[in-house]
């Protein structure tokens, strides 16, 4: 059962108070019910993600489903990754040119651009796209098959849903996002570049020169590491709102638009987290390094 159907069911049941003080008790029951299936959903979906777990480690997928899954999430992606990843480096330099150009320190946009590219833009924008294209399509699919009984009908017939359905999924995102977030990275760049160079007239040889001192390899290892997260995160909660979808029409566009907007919000708080850690993890290998511009 989804957090919203618990929270409506809880609605439904519980007698209203009139009055002013009675409107507070309300308010406060009611910000409890929802805490509560807060609290319900978040130990489902971690029950959700350990069964996921123990068929990932005890029985792969088939081949031939583990590559329909990773052509529909992977391949079909670069598209709109590569397109959003280049015009995001643009505006990167938009935005940055004039502040920089206060201060004459045009020439090193390509240091900024490459940086942001890598350590933070390239995995959030990977993730997002992958989010919105793919996690919400999954949601809807398997929504569709909760509500239509075919899960139910896995189940009768021996097979294991979690096995047939979600480890394909989940396994596709989490191996085929760090290859969409280096296409993101590598076209962002690109854009970046190809603007500030022949938009904005910004020197070639000093443009890459600093573009080169200032990344680092740790920078693209940062990025990559926070996508297996991401689409570990996009797998999880995609598949999980499918299999708890609630029936009808209305019931599979709230789990797809649930589906992304939970994906979305987990990778945010994600990124901050794993970018404090890393960070740490940076500065205890390389003290004497500085973390934003460095040679």
């Known amino acids: 059962m989804s957090m919203s159907s618990m929270s409506t069911d809880y609605n439904r049941n519980?007698?209203?108070r009139t009055g002013f003080f009675g409107g507070i008790y309300d308010s406060i029951a009611d910000l409890g019910g929802y805490v509560l299936a807060a609290f319900e959903t978040l130990g489902d979906m971690t029950m959700f993600a350990w069964r996921t777990f123990m068929w990932l480690s005890t029985r792969l997928p088939r081949r031939?489903?583990?590559?329909?899954n990773m052509y529909q999430i992977g391949?079909?992606?670069l598209p709109v990754v590569a397109l959003t990843g280049t015009f995001i480096g643009m505006v990167l330099a938009v935005q940055s040119y004039t502040q920089f150009r206060a201060f004459g320190l045009e020439t090193q946009l390509g240091g900024v651009i490459n940086k942001s590219m890598f350590r933070e833009l390239g995995p959030v924008l990977a993730a997002t796209m992958l989010a919105g294209r793919v996690g919400s399509a999954m949601a809807a699919e398997l929504g569709t098959m909760r509500v239509t009984e075919q899960i139910?009908?896995?189940?009768s017939m021996g097979a294991n849903p979690i096995q047939y359905l979600v480890v394909p999924r989940f396994l596709s995102c989490l191996?085929?996002?760090p290859s969409l977030t280096i296409m993101a990275v590598f076209m962002g760049v690109v854009g970046g570049a190809g603007y500030c160079i022949f938009a904005l007239d910004i020197d070639l040889q000093h443009y890459t020169s600093n573009a080169r001192q200032f990344v680092e390899n740790w920078d693209l290892f940062y990025g990559v590491i926070k996508s297996f997260f991401f689409g570990a995160t996009i797998g999880l909660v995609s598949c999980y709102r499918g299999f708890n979808c609630e029936p009808g029409a209305e019931g599979v566009g709230s789990a797809a638009t649930t589906a992304f907007v939970q994906s979305f919000v987990v990778i945010i708080m994600l990124d901050l987290f794993l970018s404090i850690f890393l960070d740490e993890i940076y500065m205890a290998i390389w003290p004497s390094s500085p973390?934003?511009?460095?040679g």
Not at 64 to 68: G, Q, R, S
């Open 64 to 68: 031939e489903t583990l590559f329909a």
């Open 14 to 16: 519980v007698r209203r």
């Open 291 to 294: 973390m934003m511009f460095g």
């Open 152 to 155: 139910d009908a896995l189940a």
């Open 175 to 177: 191996l085929l996002i």
């Open 75 to 77: 391949v079909l992606s």
